[in-house]
């Protein structure tokens, strides 16, 4: 579930007030997601996402998304708009929380990613990496790799409850990951979560990207990276070659990858699938059992990792 604050209609009837967006006629909470309460609204203006921030969201960077939307969709880049309150603001406050709303995005994502799916997403990166630049707020990516020792500690003394091996495996990893990272590879604003449920289509045809509360400044390949993890791979846990290139051959149409970039993919989707090991592990061991959310599986991404380790070149990505 992602309503974790509830609203009453006088409340968002007075909130709607800021806006020039005509008067409320209906809104339910949305279930999907798990960081924020979202909402779904109608108005006689028509219909709006609206997002309470919840506390895994650090208000300091509200300006960068909600900056960052706006920057991407004056650029052409298809994805929500943040509205303009009528104190010029894009930020207010409902039920104590942050709130913001942004334009309804039609489309669905896809369940059941295609070859057609990954290449239109791999262009869709491209088009966000080129539509970020002269963005001027930045963001660390705290979840880069510096900031993954970290995380593996608040885990280490539980994840024999997943795993015993994985006390020697992890440090081994992080340790090689750390020593070998690349430096001075091209760097702009990157979605840093672009997983299918982020990117909306109607039927085959790529009609949005969702969800920027990753997004931070970091190497272009790096987002390139967490795609081949989150589209590439078939539920068996086998990478799915023509996927993988069909996601990079749809970047490369917009955005070429340079010499440097390509060679250094093997290790950036290696780190990016220790990030979603880390935080999925992370929330494993956290989350209460019986909480309404669902819980994803950190294995998947270790078996991602295993892959990318014995990985000798970007052309077993399909480059
Ligand atoms: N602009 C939009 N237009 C249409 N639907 C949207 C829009 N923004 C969000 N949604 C709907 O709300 C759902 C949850 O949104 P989102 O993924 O941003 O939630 P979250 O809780 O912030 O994220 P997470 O995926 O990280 O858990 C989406 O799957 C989608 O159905
Ligand atoms: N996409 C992340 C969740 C954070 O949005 C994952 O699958 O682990």
Known sequence: MAVYTDISEDELSAFLGDYDAGRLTSYKGIAEGVENSNFLLHTTEGSFILTLYEKRVDPADLPFFLGLMQHLAKNGLSCPLPLIRRD?????????????????????????????????????????????????????????????????????????????????????????????????????????????????????????????????????????AICLNAWCFEKDGSFNLTKGMALLEGYQEVRPLSEAEAAALPILARGSALRFFLTRLYDWLETPPGALVVKKDPLEYLRKLRFHAHVKSAADYGL
Not at 89 to 102: E, F, K, S, T
């Open 88 to 224: 010029g603001g894009m930020l207010g406050q409902l039920a104590g929380r942050p709130a913001a709303m942004v334009t309804f995005l039609e489309g669905m994502w896809p369940r059941k990613p295609t070859v057609v799916h990954c290449r239109e997403t791999g262009k869709a990166i491209a088009a966000m990496h080129l539509a970020g630049e002269g963005f001027e707020i930045t963001r660390r990516n705290a979840l880069s790799v510096a900031g993954w020792r970290p995380l593996w500690d608040k885990s280490e003394a539980r994840v024999h409850e997943i795993d015993a091996t994985l006390r020697d495996e992890i440090p081994s990893e992080l340790a090689f990951l750390e020593a070998n990272w690349p430096k001075g590879l091209p760097a702009g604003v990157i979605h840093a979560d672009a997983f299918p449920d982020n990117v909306f289509f109607l039927g085959e045809t790529f009609s949005g990207l969702i969800d920027f509360y990753f997004a931070c400044n970091d190497f272009l390949a790096y987002d390139v």
